[in-house]
C-alpha cells in the first residue's frame, strides 16, 4: 500500500465549498490517497485587516504539503487588498502555468469541435514584476523584464510536459518583430530548447496573428509557450473558445510547490444553491493527482467524468435542451460522477495517464551560457521637459557635451525627433535623450558618466531616468530608436 500525499486546502469563498466537496468525495471516492491540511483564505481573512488575504499560519501548512488544491476566493471591492493568486504564485515560485483548453463537442456546444489546446504561461516575469512609475506630468511606464533563466525554465518545462503527455507540437508566440531584446530572447531560447527535442515538432509565430489563427483553427495547435502578458489573455481566449471557461482547471507549477485550482472566480451570485459546476475544480484536482504521481485515480476520475457529460448529466451552465438528459445540482453531479468510477466515455476520447508528469517539474540543466564581456558605451538621459520644440531642445543640449559624451539623438515615445525630425511628429513632455562615446572602441566609465548629469543639472534640465547604454561582445544590448 503506498503511502498518503499530504496536500493543503482551501475551500474558498462563494461556490468554492461546495465545489471542494463535490471534489473531494469524487477523488476519494476514486481512492486518491491524501492527508488533507486545510487552511482559511480569501474574503474573511481580507476582511479582518490582513491585506493579503492568507494567515501566516497558511503558509507554514503550504511548506509542509508542497502542493495546494484551491477553490476561487472572492477579493473584496475597493483598495488596498493584494491578489491573493499572485503573492501565492510570486511566494512559492509558481513559475509555470498550465491550463488545458479542451471542448467536448456535441456534449457542450461549442465553434470548436476539435480542440485540444494547453497554453503553457509564464508566471512570474514581464509586465508582472509590477514595476511602474510615472515619470512626468503626461507620461507613465511599466516595465517589461525578460530573463534567460525564466524564459528556459518555461521553455524547457512546455517541452518536457509535451514528451510526458504525448504531444506532437509546441508553439511559441512572441512579437519580436517589435520588442526584439526582451521577446527576441524568448524566442531565442525557444529555438535553443526546441532544438534538444528533435522528436517534437516545433514553430513560432508573432502573437497577433498566431492569436488569431488559435482563435480561428485551434485545431491546428497542440501545445503552445507564451510570456505572462500574452498568456493571460490568450488562455482565456482559449478556454472561452472550448465552450465554457467553467469547466477549465489550471495548475501553477514551481521548482518546490505546485497550486491546482479551477480556471473561474467565486461566482458569489451562485453560491449556497447546489447550482455550481464543480467541473473546472475537478480537473484541477485531477492535474493534481498527475502531479503527486497518482496518474492511475487520475485517469479513473477523469473519464467517469467524461462519461457523466456524455450521459448528458449537466448542470445549469452547460445544460442544452437538445443534448442534455438531465439538469442537477452540484451534489447530484459528484454523485453521477462517482457512480460512474470505472467506466470510460464512448464517444470522447478516454484519457490515459500511465506515465509520470513527475519528470516534468525535475530540475534541469540551463542551456550552457558563456557570459558576454559587457563594456558601457554611452547613456540615455530622460527629461521631463514642455518648454518649446525638439530642435529647440536638441540646439540646448549639444551645448552640454562633455569633451567624451556627444549627444547622439533626441527620441520622443520612441521615435527621432533630432536631429531632422519631423515637424509632425507628436511630442509629449518625456524625451530620450542619447548620449554616445565620441571615439567609439573606446569604453566610458561612470565618473563621465556623473560629469555628464552635472552638466546636465546645472543647465536646470530636469533628468527623471538614465539607462546605461552597453555592447555585449561588440553587440549593443539597446534598441533603436524608430527614425
Ligand atoms: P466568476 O468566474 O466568479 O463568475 C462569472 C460568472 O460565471 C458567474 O456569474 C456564473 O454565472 C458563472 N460561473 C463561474 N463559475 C461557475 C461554475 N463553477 N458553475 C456555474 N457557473 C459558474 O467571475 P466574476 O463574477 O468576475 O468574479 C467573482 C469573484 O471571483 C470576484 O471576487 C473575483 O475577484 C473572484 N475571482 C477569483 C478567482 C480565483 O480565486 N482564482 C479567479 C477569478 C475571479
Redesign the pocket.
Known sequence: MSKNTPITVAY?D??GPE?MEATLNIITAAGAKLDIETIEIGEQVYLRGNSAGIEPGAWDSLRRTKVFLKA????PQGGGYKSL?VTTRKTLGLYANIRPCVSYYPYVSTKHPVMDVVIVRENEEDLYAGIEHRQTDQVYQCLKLISRPGSEKIVRYAFDYAVANNRKKVTCFVKDNIMKLTDGLFHKVFDEIAAEYPEIENEVWIVDIGAAKMANTPESFDVIVMENLYGDILSDVAAMITGSV?LAGSANIGENFAMF??I???????AGQN???PS?LLLGAVMMLNHIGQNEIAAKVHNAWLKTLEDGIH?Y?IFKETVSKEKVGTKEFAKAVIERLGQNPVTLKTVEYNKSEKKVTEKKKTVKHIKPNKELVGIDVFLDWSNGTADDLGEMLKKINTDRLILSSISNRGEIVWPNGHPETFCTDHWRCRYLLENKGEVLNRSQVIELLNRINDAGFDFIKTEHLYNFDGVAGYSHAIV
Open positions: 474558498g462563494g461556490i465545489i476561487p476566493i472572492t477579493t493568486n467553467g485550482e479551477a473561474h472566480g467565486s461566482a458569489p451570485r451562485r447550482l455550481a459546476n473546472g448542470t451552465d
